[in-house]
């Protein structure tokens, strides 16, 4: 999907991520300059609890007890959030892992870009990257490459 089309992105990451923070902020930015719209899911596994808003108001940010003991989430929000109908999913996770799985394949949107490229994963474009070069790395790299993909 050329980016020139994108209406709407919905992104789920990790919020305890070296340099997360910094990285959505800038994509935000980004997208924001653009009138493109922009929703996500931060997954928190750690005991720490954010604040909502912590980071930015269109962020949903989901704890430990939002899952089952298998990882399943159990929450309302992320199926009100795989339920949109976003133009655009990123799943910034750098490796596999069974909860982001399982909200990508939830995910309604029209095309899905995955950081981590496993068997029969959900993705229409993998951009893997070495996960040492960190979130900025690949947010730069889905930019270029669907800036670079033109309309048929």
């Known amino acids: 999907m050329p980016l ?3 209406r709407s992105v919905g992104v789920i990451f990790d919020i305890n ?5 910094d990285t959505i902020k800038r994509f935000t930015e980004y997208l ?3 009138s493109i719209k922009f929703q996500a899911l931060a997954v928190n596994y750690t005991k720490s ?7 930015d108001f269109r962020i949903k ?3 430990r007890a939002s899952f089952n003991s298998i990882g399943a989430p159990i929450d309302d929000a992320v199926t009100e959030f795989a339920n949109q109908n976003h133009d655009l999913y990123i799943d910034l996770s750098s490796q596999y892992n069974f909860t982001y799985d399982y909200i990508s394949r939830l995910s309604n949107a029209s095309f899905k870009v995955g950081r981590c490229g496993y068997d029969n994963n ?11 070069a960190g979130s900025k790395h690949f947010i730069d790299s889905v930019i270029h490459y669907l800036s670079s993909i033109r309309s048929a």
């Open 4 to 6: 020139s089309e994108v």
């Open 17 to 21: 991520e070296d340099n997360i923070i």
């Open 32 to 34: 924001d300059n653009r």
């Open 49 to 55: 609890l954010f604040p909502e808003g912590f980071v």
């Open 61 to 63: 940010i989901i704890n």
């Open 122 to 132: 959900p993705f229409d474009l993998v951009l893997a990257s070495d996960s040492e």
